[in-house]
């Protein structure tokens, strides 16, 4: 099958400690662009069959221009990045990467949440300070500290990542709780609640859904007056499923306890985040690195070869858009 194929946004995957010869070689010919800005997308993937993508857009003017475009592989488990719809209209496969980060995500949401119940980020700053090395005790314990064990989670999202976060967090003797399917699905021994209900009951909110319509906005001033005073959000999912103005009051405001988050609604924030300019002393972002374990990179690269070699045979692997 002649085809070209365009990859754009190479940058963002860390290709260097990568071996990824197997996805140039079912690709090629395959032009490779670190980034790709906006108003370049048009001329990188003219004539191409097969595009790559984790983050760059591609909307409905996009396939409209290209009726020789069969596939897209989106390099990451979210596809809010591409108008779903329209491929379809177009006759344009959309395939995404799965499960492939879910040990890297668990392992980062862990370690936020062990941060925030310990209250890391405020312990670190008074050794910074000088307060450790001027007190008169051995130790310091304020901010006070709170277990996990016997503590409640509340998981937004029982995908794959927020099913691992249960399991770690059984083990460490929390209970746990899920949101309603939207589906309505219910197929496991995890307790599932609306969120008017789950929000008040939870210790620690974990969020783990795709950013979709549905979801956009989900947790804003109004869930966030419901929760615990010493409650903790953690975010590794979408930026957007946060109202991040209505998190900021939440925190300063003292309706939660602290939060952490490895994305923010716009990435990376060149413009500044109203989260960037908060100085709560439990709040942590991390850089959307959560997902990005050289193992979990290689293995969406592995499963991004097995999504092409599948096309050339005239097969279709993780469509999301049938």
């Known amino acids: 099958m002649n085809s070209r194929a365009t990859l754009l946004d190479a940058g963002s995957l860390g290709l260097a400690d990568l071996d990824w010869q197997s996805l140039q070689q079912a690709l090629a010919p395959l032009s490779v662009h670190e980034f790709t800005a906006p108003e370049q997308v048009g001329e990188r993937i003219a004539n191409c069959d097969i595009v790559l993508t984790n983050k760059t857009v591609l909307g409905a003017a996009h396939f409209a221009a290209n009726p020789q475009l069969r596939l897209v592989i989106v390099l990451a488990t ?3 990045n591409i108008d779903l719809s329209a491929a379809a209209e177009a006759g344009v ?18 370690m ?26 051995f130790c310091l314990l304020e901010p006070r500290m709170q277990p996990l064990h016997g503590r409640t989670l509340g998981i937004v999202g029982l995908g794959a990542a927020g099913r691992g976060v249960a399991t770690v967090a059984k083990a460490l003797g929390m209970q746990v709780l899920a949101l309603t399917s939207s589906s309505g699905a219910c197929t496991d021994d995890i307790p599932r609640l609306p969120l008017e209900d789950l929000l008040p009951q939870v210790d620690i909110l974990s969020l783990h859904c795709p950013l979709t319509p549905h979801t956009a906005g989900l947790i804003n001033r109004g869930g966030l007056r419901r929760m615990k005073s010493n409650a903790l959000l953690v975010n590794t999912a979408r930026g957007g499923i946060v109202v991040e103005e209505d998190l900021v009051e939440a925190l300063e405001q003292g309706w939660i306890a602290g939060a952490a988050t490895d994305v923010l609604t716009v990435e990376p924030p ?12 439990n709040l942590i972002i991390t850089p959307h690195n959560a997902w990005g374990s050289v193992q979990a990179r290689q293995q969406l690269i592995d499963q991004a070869t097995d999504i092409v070699l599948a096309y050339r045979r005239g097969d279709i692997l993780n469509c999301v858009n049938e």
């Not at 496969?93 to 862990?110: A, F, G, K, Q, W």
């Not at 060149?270 to 002393?281: I, K, Q």
């Open 270 to 281: 060149r413009d500044g985040n109203p989260l960037l300019d908060c100085r709560h002393p």
């Open 93 to 110: 496969r959309v395939c995404n990467i799965r499960d492939y980060s879910t040990d890297s995500l668990v392992e980062h949401t862990l």
């Open 112 to 137: 936020l949440m062990l941060a925030l119940a310990r209250n890391l980020p405020a312990h670190l700053q008074q050794v910074a300070a000088g307060q450790w090395q001027r007190a008169q005790q």
């Open 78 to 80: 979210g596809t809010n």
